[in-house]
Structures are given as structure tokens and as C-alpha cells.
């Protein structure tokens, strides 16, 4: 089998990728979790339940946080540093569970800690601007244009926190310290804005993160062409010779940075009858011709990458590495590393920083 040396950190992305999913999921149950815990479903429609603010606010920045960093090649891990991000959750929630355990809750609002909690809500601002803030902040700095559609996702979590905590501020100003009836419940606003997140998420999963399902499709397909190929004339033993025969020509000449590359020119070039290329890319090299050849030019471009950084226009580096046009470069590129060549520069700055 054919292993194709990219960079460790490249090859971590898939590692990156499940994080990912685990922290938006993380970020949905936590939106569902929140909204059964505010409303009561009674007979007569949805009503605000009375009871005390969840501390598990806290941890929507945080877990934002997180995905952004699990995008930009920093898997979780637990460290000291990571954990201090969890100390206002666990600081409130001790909070919390005190005072749940010591107020009598027939006459709450008697209880100096009842109140000094209820009123510490605000906190939830402080904990959703600055994460929401940095997050749209490093998005925007790394790429402006062609955001990927996790890129999409975190921009519109990090918009509607902020929103969020326009409506906690409306809600201390209101109530708090104007001592006025606004003429609605606001929270109604901020936990329906948690329902868009929601949906966004979900929409992230059906459509954004198709490239899973492509994946499944494409295992189906290769089970199907495997079994065409049992009836093949081509023995093991040839078919190995061959493959290495088309490795060696590929890793010798460079070949694959000529465009007009075709397996009628491998055919005559290598002495291979045309009609075994089909079996031995997707067996015995486990990939299409087309993906075997997009593989040793997105190396090659890696390499260039690495040795002038910032000094090739993208443009420019995809004729350079045998593609046709940059948006079939980008195409290739993308699926490969996880990031569009820009991003990737990007990366490589923070490597090196």
C-alpha cells in the first residue's frame, strides 16, 4: 500500500474533525438541556419556570472555544491551562448547589443567597462576549472569503451569543437597575435564539458535513468495483510488479506536474495494457487515478508552501503543481489538509511562531 508522507499535524485533522462534532454536539444538548430546565409545559402553553439560573451558561463559551481550536489543528486536551476555562462553571454550580440545599424555596427571595445569586446572572455576559468575540475575531483574520462551512457554523453560534448577551444586558438595565416592566419576558428572546443554534447545528450535520456521507458512498462504490474485479486476469504477483512500477515512475519523474497527464501516456510510457489501470489504482494503489495523481501534486504544492512562504500567488502554485485551474487545486487541496491554501499558509506561520 501506498503511504503518502504529509506533514503529522496535517494528519491529525481527522483526529480534529471528530473533535469538532463532539463539541457542537456538546453545544446541542447543552441548548436542550437548558430549555427543558427553563419552561414548564403546562396546560395552558409554555411559561418560564421559577427557579434558578443554570450555571451551565458558563460553559457555551468555552465549549465555542474549543471548536474553534479543534479548526485550527489544537486538539482537546486536558491540561491545567484548558481547565481554568471551566472555573467559573464549577465555581457557580458549587454556588448553586448551595444555595438550592440551604433556601427555603416557599419564600426564596428571603434568602441573602437566594438573591445574591439570582442577581449574579450578568455573569453570563462576561463568559459569552469575550468567547464569542475572539472566536469571530480569529475566524476573520484567518480567511475573509470561502469560509468552510464549520468556519459558517461558529460565526453564527458566536453572532447569536452575542445577541444572547445584548438580552441579559436589556434584562439587568430593565429590570435590575431601571426597576421598570418592559412588557415582555425577555428570556423568551434569549432561549429561542438557543433554538436557532440548534438548528444551525443540525443544518451543519445534514448539509454541511457531507462529506462523510460522500465517504459512505464512496466506500459503496469501491465494494462494488471489488467484486468486478475478482473475474480479472491480472494475477497478484503482475499486478504488484506493476504498482510498483507506476510508484517508482511517479516518485522518479515527476510526471504528475504535467496537466495534460493521461493513463494512455502512463500506458506507453510503463508498458501497462490500459484497460488493468482501473484495478490497480482502486485495489492495489486503493484510490482513482485522479486521486492517486491529486496526491503527489498536493505534496508537491506542500512542499513549495513550506519553502516560500507567502511568496506564491495561489494562482500561480496551481499551474505549478499540474492543475488546470485553482479551483480544482483548491478542490483537492482542501480535502486533503482541511484547509484552503491560504489557511494553510496561516498554519504554517503558527507552526513556526
Not at 504529509?6 to 471528530?18: A, Q, S
Not at 506542500?302 to 494562482?315: M, T, V
Request: proline fraction near 3%; glycine fraction near 4%.
Amino acid at each position: 500500500m501506498l503511504k503518502l508522507n504529509y506533514p503529522k499535524w496535517v494528519l491529525r485533522l481527522n483526529r480534529l474533525g471528530n473533535d469538532f462534532r463532539l463539541l457542537t454536539t456538546l453545544i446541542f444538548i447543552l441548548g436542550i438541556l437548558n430549555i427543558i430546565y427553563k419552561f414548564d409545559w403546562a396546560d395552558g402553553g409554555i411559561k418560564a419556570a421559577f427557579n434558578m439560573w443554570n450555571p451551565s451558561w458558563l460553559l457555551f463559551g468555552p465549549l465555542l472555544y474549543c471548536a474553534y481550536r479543534s479548526l485550527v489543528n489544537k486538539p482537546l486536551s486536558i491540561t491545567f491551562r484548558n481547565s481554568l476555562h471551566l472555573v467559573p462553571f464549577m465555581g457557580f454550580s458549587l454556588f448553586y448547589l448551595i444555595v438550592a440545599l440551604t433556601t427555603d424555596m416557599n419564600n426564596p427571595w428571603g434568602s441573602y443567597a437566594f438573591t445574591f445569586y439570582q442577581n449574579s446572572y450578568g455573569i453570563i455576559i462576561l463568559s459569552l462576549i469575550p468567547y464569542s468575540v475572539h472566536v469571530l475575531a480569529k475566524i476573520w483574520k484567518s480567511s475573509t472569503r470561502n469560509k468552510p462551512d464549520a468556519d459558517i457554523l461558529l460565526v453564527t453560534i458566536a453572532a447569536l451569543y452575542i445577541l444572547i448577551a445584548i438580552l441579559v444586558s436589556l434584562m439587568i438595565i430593565g429590570w435590575g437597575i431601571a426597576k421598570i416592566d418592559m412588557g415582555f419576558d425577555y428570556r423568551y428572546f434569549a432561549y429561542g435564539l438557543l433554538v436557532f443554534i440548534n438548528i444551525a447545528i443540525c443544518w451543519y450535520w445534514v448539509v454541511g458535513d457531507k462529506k462523510a456521507i460522500k465517504a459512505k458512498f464512496m466506500e459503496l462504490e469501491d465494494s462494488l468495483q471489488l467484486k468486478s474485479y475478482k473475474n480479472s486476469a491480472l494475477a497478484d504477483e503482475q499486478a504488484n510488479e506493476y504498482k510498483e512500477r507506476i510508484v517508482n515512475y511517479f516518485e522518479d519523474t515527476r510526471v504528475y506536474l504535467e496537466p495534460s497527464l493521461s493513463l494512455d501516456f502512463l500506458s506507453k510510457e510503463l508498458g501497462i495494457p490500459k484497460h488493468y489501470f482501473s484495478q490497480l489504482f482502486n485495489v492495489y494503489l486503493e484510490r482513482s487515478f485522479h486521486n492517486f495523481v491529486a496526491d503527489y501534486r498536493i505534496l508537491y504544492a506542500i512542499e513549495l508552501l513550506s519553502d516560500n512562504q507567502g511568496r506564491l500567488k495561489i494562482e500561480s502554485l496551481a499551474y505549478s503543481c499540474g492543475f488546470n485551474s485553482k479551483t480544482s487545486f483548491n478542490k483537492y487541496f482542501k480535502e486533503r489538509t482541511g484547509f484552503t491554501p491560504s489557511e494553510y499558509l496561516l498554519q504554517l506561520e503558527r507552526q513556526s511562531a
